[in-house]
């Protein structure tokens, strides 16, 4: 089944159909991932610019801040008036030092008298050495000269920040770290105290912008992690700010872990997004593996169908069709070498049918199939064209090697076909007609082989003829020739029995003689019973033929001194119900006992157990009549027939047989098993075509009864025949 099914390709299906749709999915599934990606980017920059301006105007605002914590302590009458006061320092300390620090976290405080020097300096609220303003003079000093220029200027206070007094700010340093510095004059709050523009007393508040002061300012404007560091940093996911001093000197940098909503949202929703893709991946992975299984099912189904379109279902070998088909594409090949049609018919199967039911016959037809297959295997495409009819189409071999697959196929059919425990031997009868020598077109090579196959048949069946010229004329007057022997059987002309002497084994006597039919055609000459006879029998002249035998032979061994006349006996003339009273007649009116005629039927006829046939047998074997079964191994007779009540008495086997058995070993065993079979049975054996001493000794020596060959005697006319019987018949003396 296998060379011709359209599987469907699994690997087509995939390369085709699943893979482009598993990338178009993940293509698909990339981009919805790709433009998610996007979304959450612009959201999330578009918040961390949000942010980054929130800690921009937070920046800011410290400026002004700082400057007004300032202003609760700078703009005061009592400070004014405090400061140039030795005796109150530490009035000045507590109120413009450690309440700033307490009050509003300032990191540190310092003043500066009128001439710019400190007189005073507390960081975290201490009060410490004046001298410690050094380490904040550079970044102090130029806010100091630019608030006194403007002091000296009489600039207002920026009306906008709500402010008592000018003040300058900057990003600095103060003890090394970086600060928010904010300069502010002390002045008195009611004007009541005069002093001189840019003589004032300056306060200078730092809040340093290392240690908490981002972390308090994180909680207090809700931003997450707000730090500083003197270095921009390298980590993508921090955003920063940088600090610049007025003079665009970076201080360092604000940073934080900026929200980021969008990416926060695929976060919580990524799971969900997997389980999505996944689940869309399964589920086109699944709709794929079961449109696969479908397609590969459907597939199944087609190649099944189209096996069983072009094959035979009883021997599951291609069909008439198909081989026509393959035969015509073998034709039309260019590239085709020689070969040949060979056209095999299997011998009598409708008989076999009708004797032993279908099922066996069809038990036999696929054994005749594998068997066939078998021998022709890598050799010839093998084809059941029938009921019996197999054709092989043989390409790339020559005449002499399609003979021996002939002769190959003939030989695996000598062995019996077991059927259950009985073995049937079937005959099988080929026509071969060669290519490109007998023909090229397909119908032409079959209507030869068809015709070789009848000159098989009509050579006696269970062998092989090759078409030739001759045939093809033989088969064109075949109706000459019926219409021939019909004129010739209206009053005998022509027609004659020839009589073969049949031997006893052991000694070699001759002790029957089997009637052949001979016809001499006016114009042919002889002809072979083995044509005239199936001419005989498709025309039904056989009924008339038959009983003209029969009736000169029982009159010629009513004469001779023999055991036994054998007379061939066709199926056409045992389907008669006149049979047997055609039997009658001819022994009564030539005198011959019943004992003393021996009929011969071939196998074919014998297992035709239904009906006339049978019914005939049984009468004539009851009136004495003995019958023997012919060819014995080339029709479809078994070993297991032969335990018939009805049965036979004599068994004839079949000279293809005998001919092996002098050397060939599967016929000698074949012959052997026959013998011995029959002997048990009580049936008595008859070897025809006995050609050589070797197979005359072999089947004595095995225990066959008689013996029947060109060896001894070839068929004579009636006195040659006579003059022999006489010869070995014992001397009767006359008394
Ligand atoms: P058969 O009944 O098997 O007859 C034996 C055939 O084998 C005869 O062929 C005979 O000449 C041939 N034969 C005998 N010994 C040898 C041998 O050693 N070598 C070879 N090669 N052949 C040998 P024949 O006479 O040509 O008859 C052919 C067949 O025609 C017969 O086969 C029989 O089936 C049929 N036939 C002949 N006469 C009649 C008849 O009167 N009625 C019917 N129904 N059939 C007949
Ligand atoms: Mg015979
Ligand atoms: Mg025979």
């Known amino acids: 089944m296998t ?42 920059s578009a918040s961390v610019a949000r942010q980054e301006e929130r800690v921009a105007a937070v920046m800011g605002r410290l400026r002004t801040e700082i400057a007004h914590d300032q202003e609760s302590v700078t703009a005061w009458d009592d400070a004014v008036v405090a400061l140039p006061d030795p005796e109150r320092a530490d009035w000045v300390d507590l109120n413009l030092g450690i309440w700033l620090h307490d009050y509003f976290s300032h990191d540190a405080s310092y003043i500066v008298a009128p001439d710019d020097e400190p007189i005073y300096a507390a960081i975290d609220g201490r009060r410490i050495s004046p001298s410690h303003y050094e380490l904040i003079r550079a970044s102090a000093a130029p806010l100091v000269g630019r608030l ?5 200027r009489g600039s207002p206070a920026a009306s906008d920040t ?63 992690d707000l730090s500083f560091s003197t270095i921009r940093p390298a980590l993508p996911e921090l955003a920063f700010y940088p600090i610049l001093a007025n003079d665009g000197t970076t201080i360092g940098y604000v940073i934080w872990r900026p929200f980021r909503p969008g990416t926060e949202v695929l976060h919580s929703i990524a799971p969900v997004i997997a389980g999505i893709f996944a689940a869309l991946f399964s589920a086109v992975a699944g709709a794929l593996l079961l449109w696969h299984a479908r397609n590969r099912a459907s597939g199944l189904q087609e190649a099944r169908i189209h096996h069983l379109v072009h094959h035979d279902v009883l021997t599951d070998l291609p069909n008439r069709s ?7 594409q ?16 299997l011998d009598h199967l409708k008989a076999f049918n009708a004797g032993r039911g279908h099922r066996a016959g069809d038990a036999v037809v696929r054994e005749t199939g594998r068997r066939i297959a078998e021998v022709a295997a890598n050799r010839a495409t093998v084809c059941r064209l029938d009921g019996d009819e197999f054709g092989l189409i043989a390409t790339g071999i020559g005449a002499a090697a399609i003979d021996a697959l002939c002769d190959e196929i003939l030989a695996a059919f000598r062995a019996p076909i077991a059927l259950g425990d009985d073995p049937v031997f079937v005959g099988i009868s080929i026509g071969v007609a060669r290519f490109p020598e007998h023909g090229v077109e397909s119908s032409e090579l079959f209507r030869k082989a068809d015709v070789a196959l009848h000159q098989a048949k009509d050579d006696g069946r269970g062998r092989a003829a090759t078409f030739n010229a001759a045939l093809g004329e033989m088969l064109l007057k075949r109706a000459e020739l019926e219409q021939d022997l019909r004129v010739a059987l209206r009053d005998f002309s022509g027609i004659s029995v020839h009589y073969q002497p049949i031997f006893r084994a052991t000694d070699r006597k001759l002790v029957a003689a089997e009637a052949l039919a001979r016809w001499q055609h006016p114009v042919h000459g002889w002809i072979s019973p083995a044509r005239f006879i199936p001419i005989a029998e498709s025309s039904n002249l056989i009924k008339r033929l038959g009983a003209h035998v029969l009736r000169v032979a029982c009159r010629a061994a009513a004469e001779w001194q023999l055991d ?137 020596r095995i225990g066959c009864d008689e013996l029947q060959g060109y060896l001894f005697a070839r068929p004579m006319p009636h006195d040659e025949a006579a003059a022999m019987i006489r010869a070995s018949a014992p001397m009767v003396i006359p008394e």
């Open 162 to 224: 709500k402010m008592l007094s000018p003040g300058a700010s900057d990003f600095g340093f103060d003890h090394g770290h970086p600060a928010l510095i904010s300069v502010k004059p002390i002045v008195s709050y009611t004007g009541k105290i005069f002093q001189t523009p840019g003589s004032e007393y300056l306060h200078i508040a730092v809040r340093r912008l290392d240690g908490d002061f981002f972390p308090r300012l994180a909680a207090i404007n809700r931003v997450d």
């Open 148 to 152: 006194r220029a403007e002091m000296k």
């Open 322 to 328: 198909e081989f026509h088909t393959r035969l015509d």
């Open 330 to 345: 073998v034709l039309a090949d260019p590239t085709s070498q020689e070969g040949a049609l060979l056209y095999l018919d």
């Open 3 to 44: 060379n011709d099914l359209r599987a469907y390709s699994g690997r087509r299906f995939f390369l085709l159909t699943a893979l482009p749709i598993f990338f178009t999915v993940a293509a698909l599934c990339l981009g919805a991932y790709l433009f998610l990606q996007w979304s959450v980017r612009t959201i999330d």
């Open 564 to 700: 036994s006349i054998a007379v061939n006996v066709s199926v056409i003339q045992l389907r008669d119900p006149a049979f047997v009273a055609t039997v009658r007649a001819a022994l009564e009116d030539e005198g011959l006992p019943p004992e003393r005629l021996e009929l011969e039927i071939t196998e074919s006829t014998w297992v035709e157990d239904t009906g006339q046939c049978a019914a005939n047998l049984v009468e004539l074997r009851e009136i004495g009549v003995c019958i023997a079964l012919d060819d014995f191994g080339t029709g479809y007779s078994t070993f297991g027939r032969l335990q018939d009540s009805r049965g036979v008495d004599r068994i004839k086997i079949d000279q293809s047989f005998v001919k092996g058995s002098g050397e060939a070993k599967g016929d000698k065993a074949i012959v052997r098993a026959i013998v011995d079979l029959a002997r048990a049975k009580g049936i008595r054996t008859t070897a025809e075509g006995v050609e050589t001493p070797e197979s005359a000794e072999f089947l004595t």
